[in-house]
T-cell receptor
Framework: NAGVMQNPRHLVRRRGQEARLRCSPM?????VYWYRQLPEEGLKFMVY????????ESGMPKERFSAEFPKEGPSILRIQQVVRGDSAAYFC??????????????FGPGTRLLVL | QKEVEQNSGPLSVPEGAIASLNCTYS??????FFWYRQYSGKSPELIMS????GDKEDGRFTAQLNKASQYVSLLIRDSQPSDSATYLC??????????FGAGTRLTVKP
């Protein structure tokens, strides 16, 4: 029974390169959330997606960051032209999408991005 | 004002004691509240959820919710060294997406 899967687990990029982070939700889950966590800090909400729709992207930086959750395949968080400040752990969570405000989110293992 | 506030700690308790973790939130319409535990370098894992005022108990864990005071807490009885972690309070923000506090680091000393 696979949980939320994320890959890669670790990603090293040089400044100016692109980073692509992937998230496969738990089986049966149709809602995906992305969070960023800086060292010694809490989780910062970035974006909430359902299949083929962005529901809430209020936490996403306006530039360089984008997310998608296509009909087929994993959700992708894309960071263009990375800078050192993008170095962080990026967590994906998923939920069923049927219980409204009482939804429980289950987290993947995270992708640790290091920008050199 | 932050949406979800927690004391960052560190909170240190001796083994066997009760650890009390507190959280306040700003959005009065929030309906769902969650406590996650995060070990260093790991992902958050759900401990408890609570939706109604009062107490909810699960083993050594008790969550307490007071919507009038916009306050939610987590009590850990008979604390064990393995409970040493960062505890994240999460509040349902707007239907399905959540906001997290910065977390309280708990250390249980043998």
């Amino acid at each position: 029974n696979a949980g939320v899967m994320q890959n890669p687990r670790h990603l090293v990029r040089r400044r100016g390169q692109e980073a692509r982070l992937r998230c496969s939700p738990m089986k049966g889950h149709s809602h995906v959330y992305w969070y960023r966590q800086l060292p010694e800090e809490g989780l910062k909400f970035m974006v909430y997606l359902q299949k083929e729709n962005i529901i809430d992207e209020s936490g996403m930086p306006k530039e360089r960051f984008s997310a998608e959750f296509p009909k087929e395949g994993p959700s992708i968080l894309r960071i263009q032209q990375v800078v050192r400040g993008d170095s962080a752990a990026y967590f994906c969570a998923s939920s069923l999408g049927t219980s409204g405000s009482s939804e429980t989110q289950y987290f993947g293992p995270g992708t640790r991005l290091l920008v050199l | 004002q932050k949406e979800v506030e927690q004391n960052s700690g560190p909170l240190s308790v001796p083994e066997g004691a009760i650890a009390s973790l507190n959280c306040t939130y700003s959005d009065r319409v929030s309906q769902s509240f969650f406590w996650y535990r995060q070990y260093s370098g790991k992902s958050p894992e759900l401990i408890m959820s609570i939706y109604s005022n009062g107490d909810k108990e699960d083993g050594r864990f008790t969550a307490q919710l007071n919507k009038a005071s916009q306050y939610v807490s987590l009590l850990i009885r008979d604390s064990q060294p393995s409970d040493s972690a960062t505890y994240l309070c999460a509040v349902n923000h707007n239907n399905n997406d959540m906001r997290f506090g910065a977390g309280t680091r708990l250390t249980v000393k043998p």
